[in-house]
């Protein structure tokens, strides 16, 4: 008689769990996408390299001091440097916006 019982109880406990499962599963298809978020700047270079867009290839604000430009351009070189795969054109552009923080422009822009 308990085995009747017992039987009865798991199928609706089961049934149960299936409905809130697939009600879950539909709440969750339903939902709004978040936006991802966009860790790097997505866009091309300017002609003449300006101090914010510099401060976007370094990845630091535009008024930092000086040493703070030092270490965010040796972590991106290092990361981007020619001799370690990278591209002549990234390195050129990351040593122009190097340049460009510490107010050393030159009126010619990139070799490139």
């Known amino acids: 008689m308990a085995t009747p019982f017992l039987a009865g109880v798991a199928v609706a406990a089961t049934a149960l769990a299936g409905r809130y ?10 939902r709004p996408p978040r936006p991802k978020i966009k860790k790097f700047y997505e866009g091309g270079f300017q002609p003449t390299m300006t101090k914010r867009e510099a401060a976007l290839i370094l990845g630091i604000r535009e008024n930092v001091p000086a040493e703070k430009v030092k270490e965010a351009h040796r972590k991106v070189m290092v990361a981007n440097h020619p001799d370690a795969g990278g591209s002549h054109f990234l390195a050129s552009k990351i040593n122009e916006a190097k340049d460009v923080m510490l107010g050393k422009t030159k009126s010619s822009g990139s070799p490139f």
């Not at 499962?21 to 339903?30: D, H, L, N, P, R």
Request: hydrophobic share 60%; aromatic share 20%.
């Open 21 to 30: 499962g697939i009600q879950a599963w539909q709440a969750f298809k339903a």
